[in-house]
């Protein structure tokens, strides 16, 4: 008897601007899922041959090893200073950072803060964990009013620690920028919606419209101390109150692309 074998169907693959290599990041770090989003848009945009990411210090220091597409790597916080000297001499590249709230909250508020105010045409995928991850789970500008790490034990103390920076909604009140949004990667809704986020800051940048960011919510389930679930709870329970997911700047030009 002949038996006809039911044919694959592929449903789900690497995107080609997913190098295939295992990365560094701790089991359930969201960092992972910030690398696909990009990857995936690349690919749908067809802009692998002619982008440039510059990679942070930071967790992802090593982000250059989990892109197809040419990569730099830039002094701690300077990465907004070195995509403005890459885009300004090479115009027609697709240039974007990936950077962590220490990087660009603390060490580099200034580069990030005068690239928005220039409006470089530049794109920023900055991920908020509230937390410094790579260093030991110090209290970062971003951390929550109360939040215990290993620099503020007893949590943080907005009296003698300030407030948390909110970037989303500082930076929109630039006159450089044309797109900046605040999205989180904690469910599968969310994570769409941050998909087609990152899609349109490439698209803001294509146009000539000026600095964008997407600033993403993200987990760090190591040094909060808790499990993966716990930690997309945490983020949905915590953060959200205090990092509102919303559109803060949108070029008009824009308008016509939003969903």
């Known amino acids: ?28 770090c969201t960092h992972g899922i910030a690398h696909r989003l990009i990857a995936e ?3 749908e945009m067809n802009i692998r041959e002619r982008a440039i990411g510059v990679a942070p210090v930071g967790c992802s220091v090593f982000a250059y090893n989990y ?4 990569f730099v ?10 995509a403005t000297g890459i885009k300004r001499v090479l115009p027609d590249r697709v240039v974007f950072t990936y950077q962590g ?6 060490i580099g508020m200034s580069e990030i803060v005068h690239a928005a105010g220039r409006g470089e045409n530049i794109t920023v995928i900055f991920i908020n964990n509230a937390i410094y991850g790579m260093t030991g789970g110090q209290m970062a500008p971003t951390s929550l009013p109360g ?3 290993t620099s503020s034990p007893t949590g943080r103390d907005v009296e003698s620690m300030g407030f948390p920076m909110k970037m989303a909604e500082l930076l929109s009140q630039l006159e450089g920028a044309g797109y900046v949004v605040r999205r989180s990667l904690h469910d599968p ?11 349109l800051a490439f698209e803001t940048q294509i146009r000539g419209l000026g600095f964008s960011m997407v600033e993403l919510l993200s987990t760090c389930n190591t040094n909060w101390g808790v499990s993966v679930l ?7 329970d915590h953060m959200l109150p205090v990092y509102p997911i919303g559109d803060y700047k949108v070029s008009p030009a824009l308008e016509n692309l939003r969903v």
């Open 67 to 70: 892109f197809t597409c040419d």
């Open 230 to 236: 716990e930690a997309m709870q945490y983020l949905k």
């Open 189 to 199: 809704k969310n994570i769409r919606m941050a998909k087609k986020a990152i899609r």
């Open 73 to 82: 790597e830039a002094a701690h916080g300077r990465a907004p200073a070195m």
């Open 147 to 149: 939040q215990k790490t």
């Open 1 to 28: 008897m002949v038996t006809t074998a039911t044919p694959v169907q592929v449903v789900y693959k690497r995107p080609a601007s997913l190098s295939d290599t295992p990365t560094h990041y701790c089991p359930g």
């Open 41 to 43: 848009v690349m690919d």
């Open 101 to 106: 709230d220490g990087d660009m909250a603390s």
